[in-house]
């Protein structure tokens, strides 16, 4: 089969398009024909090796474990292992290819990739597959952190920083599903495209620091982490939950060995003293029960992903490069059918 190959960290333009041995399938494995995938900043970070700590956590020291990037994926089931019960070949799937929660590759970019049957969801017929690729990581990351969105409730203030971005896109709608009040902070190109998805106000970062404005939320959902949580604070009620994500900009931050740990172990200190950093004491969701979340949203119609481009399973490099350096709406897709 046709895949993108890694054989060492670094640039994007370091992948490359090779044939490779079709992958085999365990028992409880189904093997996907892939139609789409995601371009996603986690998949950079196995790309770029960034931060170095990440290579000790499971990705692979001196270069990846697994040669092949990319996570989330849709396609078509072209064979079962003899455990799996849920899918049969013809079914037409989504989801994402790695169980654990690290940064590792998944194998997603390729013309094939096998996938524990757990980890998918049959593909809701109103979307494509290229709007179903786009789902499973961001929006895990969201209700891994809202751990359970109906405990929103309507009238709820949200505010959510960095939702142009795919977890925040989601997040914005997730929220709005269950009736809160969202705010929506961006940058000036993308404001029509979040009151299109709903939110109620849109605060532009470039001309308005949302965290000086005077007013409170419930929640407050920070992707970027571009504002100290002292200065976050002032923008929460007493009982408020401020959720921080860490989004690095593809390592601007310069934080090249640690990246955003030290910041995160910190707040997980003050947890211990600050009310608002507390979660939700409730447990996190699986991803089995997150895709089974997700796609029962996705078959409502009360989430719509957002495709900002797509590119051939050869034009890998390009996706990258579109994602790191200029302003997306959306998310970056790979295609793989057409590549065949």
Request: aromatic share 8%; net charge neutral; charged share 20%.
């Amino acid at each position: 089969m046709k895949a993108i190959v890694q054989e060492r960290y670094g640039s994007p333009d370091d992948l490359e398009i090779r044939d490779v041995e079709k992958p085999v399938v365990g028992d409880d494995d189904v093997l996907v024909r892939v139609r789409a995938a995601s371009v996603h900043p986690d998949v950079w970070h196995v790309v770029s090796g960034r931060p170095y700590v990440l290579r000790l956590m499971g990705a692979g020291f001196s270069r990846p474990k697994n040669p092949i990037p990319g996570t989330d994926m849709a396609g078509i089931v072209e064979s079962v292992g003899k455990c799996v019960t849920r899918f049969r070949p013809g079914d037409p799937v989504f989801g994402e290819t790695i169980a654990t929660q690290q940064w590792i590759n998944g194998g997603a970019f390729a013309e094939y990739v096998s996938v524990p049957q757990d980890l998918l969801a049959p593909k809701p017929d109103k979307i494509t597959f290229e709007q179903a690729a786009s789902v499973p990581t961001s929006g895990y990351i969201a209700l891994q952190n809202l751990r359970d969105p109906s405990q929103l409730r309507p009238g709820q203030t949200v505010l959510i920083n960095g939702a142009g971005g795919g977890v925040g896109a989601l997040t914005l709608q997730l929220a709005k599903a269950y009736g809160a009040h969202v705010t929506a902070v961006d940058s000036t190109r993308k404001l029509g495209m979040l009151r299109s998805l709903g939110a109620d106000e849109v605060i532009d970062f470039t001309q308005q620091d949302f965290t000086q404005l005077g007013v409170r939320y419930d929640l407050i959902f920070d992707i970027p982490g571009n504002h100290p949580f002292s200065a976050c604070r002032r923008a929460l009620k007493p009982d408020g939950r401020y959720v921080l994500i860490g989004h690095e900009h593809f390592g601007a931050s310069g934080k090249r060995v640690f990246g955003l740990i030290p910041h995160f172990l910190k707040l997980i200190f003050l947890a211990r003293f600050v009310r608002q950093l507390r979660g939700p004491g409730l447990p996190m969701p699986t991803k089995k029960e997150a895709m089974a979340v997700l796609r029962q949203l996705l078959e409502a119609g009360k989430v719509t992903p957002i495709i900002d481009s797509t590119y051939h399973l050869s034009e890998a490099r390009e996706a990258f490069r579109h994602m790191t350096e200029d302003e997306i709406h959306g998310k970056v897709i790979i295609t793989v059918a057409e590549a065949i």
